[in-house]
């Protein structure tokens, strides 16, 4: 998916959602355990009820994973479920992946074209050659991990590195690497007040934002100091979307909560 066609659905849907299926056996409504394939049949419902309020899904792998070959087969399910139903929705594989280039460009092909996602997070600690081989990838979109919504994010991010901090670092140096059109960031909504500094290194690249509901994050702090001119904004919801209720109501709950978030973004795009 191109860039301008998700600002084109973010100015339709008065949206800038992206709804985190970070989908846990362990809290799903019980009767859904008793289905063949209860994550896919959780994500379904949640999917079916909410995508009109929102514009990108980003199911964390590691909650998938968890459940080994059933798992990646729920992944599957759900990413093609979204490509056939909804091909207008942007779809964000958090994986977190990045390793040598003949490693990385084969985590690019299982993310990319196996499965079929529009993006895919990547952390950037092993630098260029890491990360160019998700970039060479056409209509396709590389996040990389800049500050992260978590306490850890102090340990190394903010660490001042020649003069700068690494977060800045990342920022600047990835902005030289081949095709960086393709590239994102995560900045997490708990750091808001960084993201002024932020956009007068990146002013239009797209941010995608976690840590809005249960880590705390400022949805109006968020959009104050990051929205940039074509809106540059994807706030994840995962948790206060998903478990809003674990009653056999749970989609129209997920989906009363998602509306929620949808019309305090359509204000914030009025604003501007
Ligand atoms: O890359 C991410 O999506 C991510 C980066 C970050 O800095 N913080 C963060 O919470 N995330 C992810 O965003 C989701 C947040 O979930 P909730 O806190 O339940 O909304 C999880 O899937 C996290 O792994």
């Given at each position: 998916?191109?860039?301008?066609?998700?600002?084109?659905?973010?100015?339709?849907?008065?949206?800038?959602?992206?709804?985190g299926?970070?989908?846990d056996l362990d809290k799903?409504?019980?009767?859904?355990?008793?289905?063949?394939?209860?994550?896919?049949?959780?994500?379904k419902?949640?999917?079916?009820?909410?995508?009109?309020?929102c514009?990108?899904?980003?199911?964390?792998?590691?909650?998938?994973?968890a459940?080994?070959?059933k798992?990646?087969?729920?992944?599957?399910?759900t990413?093609n479920?979204?490509?056939?139903?909804?091909?207008?929705?942007?779809?964000?594989?958090d994986?977190?992946?990045?390793?040598?280039?003949?490693?990385?460009?084969?985590?690019a092909?299982?993310?990319?074209?196996?499965?079929?996602?529009?993006?895919?997070?990547?952390?950037?600690?092993?630098?260029?050659?890491?990360?160019?081989p998700?970039?060479?990838?056409?209509?396709?979109?590389?996040?990389?991990?800049?500050?992260?919504?978590?306490?850890?994010?102090?340990?190394?991010q903010?660490?001042m590195?020649?003069?700068?901090?690494?977060?800045?670092?990342?920022?600047?140096?990835?902005?030289?690497?081949?095709?960086?059109?393709?590239?994102?960031?995560?900045?997490?909504?708990?750091?808001?007040?960084?993201?002024t500094?932020?956009?007068?290194?990146?002013?239009?690249?797209?941010?995608?934002?976690?840590?809005?509901g249960v880590?705390?994050?400022?949805l109006a702090?968020?959009?104050?100091?990051?929205m940039?001119?074509?809106?540059?904004?994807?706030?994840?919801?995962?948790?206060?979307?998903?478990?809003?209720?674990?009653?056999?109501n749970?989609?129209?709950?997920?989906?009363?909560?998602?509306?929620?978030?949808q019309?305090?973004?359509?204000?914030?795009?009025k604003?501007?």
């Open positions: 998916m191109t860039t301008d066609f998700l600002v084109g659905q973010i100015r339709k849907k008065e949206s800038f959602l992206c709804i299926l970070d989908t799903v409504p019980k009767h859904l355990l008793k289905e063949e394939d209860p994550i896919f049949a959780f994500n419902a949640i999917i079916d009820a909410t995508h009109h309020l514009v990108a899904y980003k199911p964390n792998t590691a909650f998938y994973e459940y080994g070959i798992g990646w087969q729920a992944l599957e399910k990413i479920y979204l490509n056939i139903n909804y091909p207008e929705i942007f779809t964000i594989a994986a977190k992946r990045g390793d040598i280039g003949n490693t990385s460009t084969r985590y092909k299982a993310f990319f074209e196996d499965l079929g996602f529009d993006s895919v997070t990547i952390a950037p600690y092993m630098g260029r050659d890491s990360v160019e998700f970039l060479a990838f056409k209509d396709k979109h590389t996040i990389l991990l800049a500050l992260t919504s978590n306490m850890g994010a102090f340990d190394f903010t660490k590195v020649d003069g700068k901090e690494l977060y800045k670092q990342v920022l600047e140096i990835s902005k030289t690497y081949e095709n960086s059109e393709n590239l994102m960031y995560v900045v997490g909504a708990t750091k808001a007040t960084f993201l500094e932020i956009r007068n290194i990146i002013p239009n690249s797209f941010l995608l934002v976690p840590g809005v880590q705390g994050g400022s702090e968020v959009c104050r100091y990051g940039s001119d074509n809106v540059g904004l994807l706030v994840n919801s995962s948790r206060g979307i998903i478990y809003a209720s674990d009653q056999d749970f989609a129209q709950a997920s989906a009363e909560k998602a509306k929620e978030l019309q305090e973004m359509s204000l914030e795009l604003k501007r």
